[in-house]
């Protein structure tokens, strides 16, 4: 069945740092991917999204691209602030279809510290 | 729009008892899905709705737990008699139906503690 696995956490790095949180999918089809945030205490918040191979989703400083080459949709930011500190989660929706079903990955806790 | 809607946000209830979570989802939005989280399990799909229609319940871990869609307008999820594991916090989620790409848009959850 369709999966996907991210990094295990947690990921402590200091303010201004570079940041990669691994995520790699199995999945049949052309799936849409997802990075979804977790504010400590809050519900999951979008925060970007890809729809076909070499699609590149941004938003506020991080960036992932849809590699289909590798089944990979890594997460990057350049320079983490401590406001960043948040649980990460990755997901896909399988492409085929309208199942509607997302599914996600097991979250990467990111602690940044001043 | 006031996004998802979910109530209560804590709820502390003793074993045996029943709960019940409600949820307001984003009006137009034709899917609504309702998760579990956990540190042992992380996020677990419970059960999804397509346009009132439960479409997949085979994430609903017992007899114990049920869930319904009476309009476009609100969910419920029930558990009783409520126990000690089901002690988590429980999201609901809805969006919009067409798109394979479109988002979710998660309610703030309900923290649910059964004693």
């Known amino acids: 069945g369709d999966s996907v696995t991210q990094m295990e956490g947690p990921v402590t790095l200091s303010e201004e740092a570079f940041l990669t949180i691994n995520c790699t999918y199995t999945?049949?089809?052309?799936?849409?991917l997802f990075w979804y945030v977790q504010y400590p205490g809050e519900g999951l918040q979008l925060l970007l999204k890809?729809?076909?191979?070499?699609d590149k989703g941004s938003n506020k400083g991080f960036e992932a691209t849809y590699r289909k080459e590798t089944t990979s949709f890594h997460l990057e930011k350049g320079s983490v602030q401590v406001s960043d500190s948040a649980v990460y989660f990755c997901?896909?929706?399988?492409?085929?279809?309208?199942?509607?079903?997302?599914?996600f990955g097991q979250g990467t806790t990111l602690q940044v510290k001043p | 729009d006031a996004g998802v809607i979910q109530s209560p946000r804590h709820e502390v209830t003793e074993m045996g008892q029943e709960v019940t979570l409600r949820c307001k989802p984003i009006?137009?939005?034709?899917?609504l899905f309702w998760y579990r989280q956990t540190m042992m399990r992380g996020l677990e799909l419970l059960i999804y709705?397509?346009?009132?229609?439960?479409?997949?319940d085979s994430g609903m871990p017992e007899d114990r737990f049920s869930a319904k869609m009476p309009n476009a307008s609100f969910s419920t999820l029930k558990i009783q008699p409520s126990e000690p594991r089901d002690s988590a916090v429980y999201f609901c989620a809805s969006r919009r139906g067409g798109r394979s790409n479109y988002g979710y848009t998660f309610g703030s959850g309900t923290r649910l503690t059964v004693v």
């Open positions: 890809a729809t076909k191979a070499d």
């Open positions: 999945a049949t089809g052309y799936p849409s």
């Open positions: 009006s137009g939005h034709d899917y």
């Open positions: 709705f397509n346009n009132n229609v439960p479409i997949d």
């Open positions: 997901a896909l929706r399988a492409g085929s279809g309208n199942t509607g079903k997302l599914i």
